[in-house]
């Protein structure tokens, strides 16, 4: 539905086969003016495929978080092009973008963010109960995503009897149970003991694969980045390189 | 899309009870108050008026004096005298009947029992100027009325305290200086609006009481009936002209008499409790409004401390619009939660408060609809701006909140 209305008045088709899932194009980014403006984000191009499990990593105030928010949906670049699925996304407004995270993609954050005093299963069911579904469906679809993550005995818990590492879980189940094309996970891990995150990141790499969900993580561990497919290193607002094609379990080489 | 939301705004209330509870206090207490007073003083209004209407309609009151205090000192204004009941009762217009009374204290005594009780001689007229059926024996004859014969009609106290549970009728018993024949009991009135027992009298031809107690002819008091067609205000002013006249008053000089309306007074009275149920109802109101403040200082802290999970929502793709929904709905359900406790403690308090006030228990379906309502805007009202703040965070620094 966003689709069609967002890309309505652009006179473009939707994106061929060969183009890539999201294009970012001289994307920059300013915060605040004058003579405090900082310049976040100074021409990024970067292009994702369908599918790929990319890692982005970079030293603190590199631009890779706000790469992730405009990636997310959640802020617009202050100029330049930002394509998903060959639309304008800067050319939305707030309510299109929430729209269309709410169709396309899923969030898992370092803090969990789980609603508190919610059990688990009403904390999955809370985007498709913004999408509409029915009481059953709902049901249905977050046991399912529960049991995905491994953690359908623990429906009824609340976060504040899951581990860390369940409610990393819980949160994943969250954002996968509307089947989005991509999956955005802001240091999933940075919260959790390393033996927890390797579980995290195989989790997140067995739906990258079986489900085929594109996912996006930022992370400063080489160790977690070791896991993606495409390792972005972000500097001074900029992407600095590219190692397409990583191999997946090699640990990406730092400069 | 309304019951997702509504269901949100529930779950969310049902998370944080004790806060939900203490953000409607406010509500409850206003609205409890609101309808306990607004009720109270309905029931006191209402009892006021069946206690006046038991005096009687369209009956005036004619004394003589300035009020029912005695007033100024000076002189006692001199009381009536027959020919005036017969010059009212044949010359103004819309009079139906005149009931002199003339009244003495007498102690009355049956066998081993005495009581001390007001003598009150009067006509035939004044069982039904202001009716007061009997029940038990007869009224007397018109003839031993014109006589003065020593026959009595006793209230209930009097029966109550001279003859017990027995047969009054047909006795004869001593008021007085005289013995007098009962000829029929009065039914019970209760206690008068203004204190006093109107149930211990012993009624009596008028000229018997003048003849054997008071000695002279006066007559005390006139109860006089009016016809429905007329307007007692109108009937008034003839018997005010009329007794003017009669009792010899100067232009510019003030009565000597003075004339009441029983319905003047329910009137007065109805409107001054009125008056009072609205001012007091206006106090209550103002908490009313406090309670709405409450709610959205409670709702402005609730959108700070809930920042993140706003946050949360906004990110998995709630519109702002459904985030200031759910905020408003629960601002509202909140409201109207409290609006319902509120009613129900009214009620029961109004139950509690009948029976010592002395008034009758009434349920007024319009206030409570009213207050609910109240409560319902209140929540929209003051639910608004917090709601709106919570729509329009940033989900970036929602999500950062700490």
């Not at chain 1, 639309?87 to 954050?109: C, N, S």
């Not at chain 1, 989790?203 to 497919?229: C, G, K, Q, W, Y």
């Not at chain 2, 009536?80 to 017969?86: C, E, G, R």
């Not at chain 2, 009581?115 to 029940?135: E, R």
Request: glycine share 10%; with cysteine; aromatic share 6%.
């Amino acid at each position: 539905m966003l689709a069609a209305r967002a890309g309505a008045g652009q006179g473009r088709a939707v994106a061929s086969s060969a183009d890539p899932l999201i294009r970012l194009r001289n994307v920059t980014k300013a915060y605040g003016s004058g003579a405090t403006q900082f310049q976040a984000l100074k021409g990024v191009d970067l292009d994702i495929q369908a599918g790929d499990f990319v890692a982005v990593m970079g030293p603190s105030g590199s631009g890779k978080s706000t790469t992730m928010n405009i990636l997310g949906c959640l802020d617009v670049p202050t100029a330049g092009e930002f394509l998903f699925k060959g639309v304008h996304i800067e050319r939305l407004d707030r309510d299109q973008r929430a729209l269309l995270r709410r169709k396309y993609l899923g969030f898992v954050f370092q803090g969990f963010n789980l609603l508190a005093r919610t059990s688990a299963l009403e904390n999955v069911e809370l985007p498709l109960l913004y999408r509409g579904d029915e009481k059953k469906a709902r049901r249905a679809l977050a046991m399912g995503a529960l049991e995905k993550v491994g953690l359908d005995q623990w429906w009824d818990h609340t976060p504040g009897e899951l581990s860390g590492g369940q409610q990393q879980r819980v949160a994943i189940a969250r954002a996968i149970v509307t089947q989005p094309d991509v999956l955005l996970a802001d240091e999933p891990t940075g919260n959790l003991d390393s033996e927890r995150s390797v579980e995290i990141m195989e989790l997140l790499t067995d739906l990258n694969r079986a489900s085929n969900i594109t996912v996006l993580m930022v992370t400063h561990e080489p160790d977690m980045a070791a896991f993606a497919r495409t390792v972005v290193h972000f500097k001074d607002g900029l992407v600095e390189r590219i190692e397409r094609g990583h191999q997946q379990g090699v640990v990406p080489e730092m400069r | 899309m309304g019951g997702t939301i509504l269901l949100l705004a529930l779950r969310s209330i049902a998370r944080h009870k004790l806060r939900s509870f203490l953000t409607i206090l406010g509500i409850i207490i206003g609205v409890g108050a609101v309808v306990t007073m607004v009720t109270l003083g309905k029931a006191t209004t209402a009892a006021v008026q069946s206690q006046i209407s038991a005096l009687g309609t369209n009956i005036l009151q004619i004394r003589p004096g300035q009020g029912f205090g005695r007033g100024g000192g000076g002189p006692r204004p001199p009381d009536f005298k027959p020919a005036d009941v017969t010059a009212i009762a044949n010359q103004v217009a819309g009079v139906t009947a005149v009931a002199p009374q003339a009244q003495a204290t007498a102690t009355a005594i049956y066998e081993g029992a005495n009581w001390s009780t007001t003598v009150n001689g009067t006509t035939d007229a004044s069982f039904t100027v202001q009716p007061w059926p009997l029940v038990a024996g007869r009224r007397w004859t018109p003839a031993e009325e014109q006589a003065g014969k020593a026959v009595c009609i006793i209230g209930n106290t009097v029966r109550q305290n001279l003859f017990r549970g027995g047969q009054a009728v047909g006795q004869r018993f001593r008021i007085g200086p005289i013995s007098c024949d009962i000829i029929g009991v009065l039914s019970t009135r209760g206690q008068a609006g203004f204190g006093g027992d109107q149930d211990d009298v012993v009624a009596m031809p008028i000229k018997a009481v003048q003849r054997r107690f008071t000695g002279n002819r006066d007559v005390r008091l006139m109860l006089v009936g009016v016809d429905q067609a007329y307007s007692t205000a109108a009937v008034q002013a003839s018997i005010q002209d009329l007794l003017r006249e009669r009792r010899n008053i100067t232009q510019g000089k003030d009565d000597d008499f003075f004339i009441f309306d029983t319905k003047q007074i329910s009137d007065t009275l109805t409107g001054t409790t009125t008056l009072l149920t609205r001012i007091v109802a206006a106090v209550a109101a103002i908490s009313l409004v406090v309670g709405g403040i409450g709610i959205m200082n409670i709702m402005l802290v609730s959108v700070t401390e809930r920042t993140r999970e706003i946050g949360i929502r906004l990110a998995i793709g709630a519109v702002a619009r459904e985030v200031l929904m759910q905020f408003l709905v629960e601002a509202v359900a909140l409201s109207c939660l409290g609006g319902l406790i509120g009613l129900v403690i009214a009620q029961l308090v109004i139950l509690a408060i009948t029976p010592l006030m002395q008034v009758p228990f009434l349920f007024d379906p319009q206030i409570n609809v009213i207050a609910f309502a109240t409560s319902a805007i209140i929540g929209v009202v003051f639910g608004y701006f917090p709601a709106r703040r919570a729509a329009s965070l940033n989900p970036i620094d929602a999500l950062r909140h700490e």
